[in-house]
């Protein structure tokens, strides 16, 4: 089931269930889903990796939105959005902990044979490419500095 079917079943669910915020996050999803698929150039489907990418910039988006709101003290805005953002990381694949994170980004600079600061854009272009989804690209970057300056 494509992930517009998946989310059109979803919003009825919450719609019987009267679960507001779970209703707003679906409906968010759905309107990205549709600006996508009528975007200039696209063919009108979208393949998996395009809905991935769009969850991870939904999730991003609402991330950054909590982050101001916190510093901002707008704790119920906060709260809205992290609501939303719990119901887009269900449609996400499961993101890698800490360690798993620090192994794998160790394996691709063993790799790729990277030995200073200087190589991290050879590592993270590889990064990027393999843990596409997995994990967040500022986790990635703050990592293989991390263990580039080592």
Sequence with gaps: MSLEQTINTAMKTA??????????????????????????????????ADEQKMLQKLAKQRKDSIEIFRQQNRLDLAVKEEEELAVIERYLPKQLSEAELRAEVSAIITAVGASGPADMGKVMGA????????????????????????
Aim: hydrophobic share 50%.
């Design 15 to 48: 719609m019987l269930a009267k679960a507001e915020a779970e209703l707003r996050a679906l409906r968010a999803i759905k309107a990205a889903v549709l600006v996508a698929k009528t975007a200039e150039g696209a063919t009108g489907e979208l393949t998996e």
């Design 127 to 150: 990064a990027t490419k393999q843990l596409a989804g997995k994990a967040d690209g500022k986790a990635i970057s703050a990592l293989v500095k991390e263990l580039l300056t080592k």
